[in-house]
């Protein structure tokens, strides 16, 4: 399926990232770090003619606060969706990684890279992410500025260049970049790049 352009922002390091705790649909502030990584997202986007294009931003606070800083005035015009929150995790919401891996360690091998997602009890998995994701990008009808969280940027960018949901744990990450994903192909803006 060809999609319109995107600009992909994660949102900035919160308290509970630098914590090394899950965070999926419950919120954390941003550090002062995750406000400058905003802050960077800001003076990339500067260097953008975005006019047509769409905002968009995951409801909850971080990535509000993240839109706030890097988008400025255009903050104001964009929309909120539920289909850009985190993947959802249940009951190891708020706990280190690991504390999940002292609890079910062969989940963390190698092996599996991240599908320590899919065991969450109470959470959504990937196949959920997956289909929501794609719910929201097929609704796309313009070009669209995306402020979102880190599993399911991921996931956004396995839909747009055409891979399956497990290839998301090979797709780098990262905050205070933004993916430009044009054409079927992922670019990594980035501050000194």
Not at 140 to 155: E, F, K, N, Q, W
Request: proline residues 4%; hydrophobic residues 40%; charged residues 20%.
């Amino acid at each position: 399926m060809m999609y319109p352009d995107l600009l992909i922002l994660r949102h900035g390091e919160t308290e509970w990232n630098r914590e090394g705790r899950m965070q999926g649909e419950a919120d954390s502030p941003l550090t002062d770090t995750g406000r400058a990584q905003a802050a960077a997202q800001g003076r990339l986007l500067a260097g953008v003619d975005l006019a047509g294009w769409q905002m968009w931003t995951s409801p909850l606070g971080r990535c509000l606060e993240t839109a706030r800083i890097a988008l400025g005035d255009q903050a104001r015009f964009a929309r909120q969706d539920r289909r850009l929150i985190e993947i959802t995790l249940g009951d190891w919401t708020g706990r280190t990684r690991m504390q999940i891996a002292a609890q079910v360690p062969h989940l963390f091998d190698q092996d599996h890279g991240m599908a320590w997602y899919d065991h969450a009890p109470g959470g959504e998995g990937l196949a959920g992410l997956h289909a929501r994701t794609g719910a929201f990008l097929a609704a796309l009808d313009a070009p669209a500025v995306i402020v979102t969280h880190g599993i399911t940027s991921r996931m956004l960018r396995c839909h747009y260049l055409g891979l399956e949901p497990d290839a998301f744990a090979e797709l780098p990450g990262g905050q205070g970049v933004i993916y430009h994903m044009s054409g079927g192909v992922q670019a990594c803006l980035a501050e000194g790049a």
